[in-house]
């Protein structure tokens, strides 16, 4: 028996290290899992590894934007005198892993891909004192230094993997236990600025996704639902629709008649959708069978020339059929707009805003798309000498004078609101799952108003967007001068965070009247969204 540390974000249960803790188990291991959520907890992480000692740290760099955090942790943690084997892995650590073991010789070795598998093999030769090199999905350093591959691991099999390790008490919304799981790896598309998309690649050939069997699905749920108090099943799937819509609504209905057979109580979930996944038809079993009380819709973009920049294999009638499916099912949806990226224009920007106004209950958030290692996109911007930086964090100027304009006054503008776990624009997204949750488990309690009230929340905020976008945009084509940049910047800031103020204060007296009317549990919104990840951007290159 080898005792492992795992760290990596746990802001809600971090899956990637939970089903390795799982497989750890299986052969025998033990583990801790270290929260590293952010700058408070770095201390105390370390102290927990230095005072368990384990054979083996595992860290998670599934972010491109946290790897310097655990970057630097991994140096903090050899200084205080850790001696053991460290590791990492996770979606930037494998397309990373030669730079990484380049560049920090803290680190012994990389597992990369789904590394279930990997991590316990090493673990089982570690503890035993066995060399590594025959493990297959790992990278390491040859007697000179140099890093190399040990090849491409064998993926897991999705029905024999163990379940994911539950300890610690879930997330919880007016009472309702919260836990995220996946029932299936992979997604059938391949958008240019994807990693998920990039790092299924690396599989080929083989299946762009796997689908685990509905019945272990349904019997993880309701095992969660009796042992943990879980209500609310967020389901984070790469994607969690197949392609082709009679095969959703059947594999959908499979998945309720199982958990009916099992019998579950009462429950929700929350999925993510690509635009093209929305029909009339598998949305109403997706709610009424599958009890959706939550759908994340990928749109990202509405311009004909942002839709072929990050090759999304949809169109604009599908983004706007989407939003028009969960508004006539009154279902609570969300989405982010990737409001520029390399090739945007003026007029991609100004179209993208006419659909934000299109969907102005529907909370939404923008920003710009990142280039993440190992995409296309990157591997685009690179060939075209448009990236800056290295590969901890790339930027690029957007090809368009006037739409990288707009970007930098914008950003100025709404980084307060936009960006990060506190951000406005995700709390509010907290305050709508709140009157979802009270809806769905309590709606003798509940009263249509308050529906209204949240829809009126997220179209403030938007429309607030909306009109300081447009301004920008406005005093841009209008050649506007450096010199007012500064006196445009600080209206619009001052607009922006005036209108956030009032939606603030009422979003929290709209929980706390929830709260004095249901009298269980705390909202989302006082504790923060615990079911979305954040809107991200990269960090500043010099
Ligand atoms: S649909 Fe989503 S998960 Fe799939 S490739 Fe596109 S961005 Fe990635």
Redesign the pocket.
Known sequence: MTHVALVGPEIEENLSLRYIASSLAARGHTSDIVAFNGPTDFGPAIARIMETNPAVVGISLAFQWRASDFFAFAVALREAGFRGHVTAGGHFGTFAAREILTDFPEFDSICVQEAEETFATLTDHVGTGRALEGIAGLWLRDAGGTAYSTGHPALPDLATLPWPDRRGEPAACFGHGIAPLVSSRG?????S??C??AWHEQSLPGKRYRLRDVDDVAAEMVEMQRTRGIDIFVFHD??FFVPGHRKNIDRFNALADALERRGIGDFATVV?A?PTDVTPAVFEVLKKRLRAIRCYI?I?TDADQGLSTLQ?WAQSKQNHRAIEVARSLDLYACFNMLLFDPDTTVESIETNLAFMRFAPEFPSNFGRVELYAGTPLLARMAAEGRCRGDYLSWDYTLGDARAERVFQLSMRCFDERNFGVDALANRIMGTRFDIEVFRHFHPDLFRQEWAEEGKALSRAMTLSGADSLERIVRFVKDGGSASAEEALVAEETTKLRAAEDAVRGNARDLARTLLATVKRGKPLTWIGDRVATPLQKAREVA
Not at 187 to 191: G, P, R
């Open positions: 997604c059938y598309a391949k958008c600025f994807c998920i998309a790469d994607n993510k690509r990928g990202e999304r």
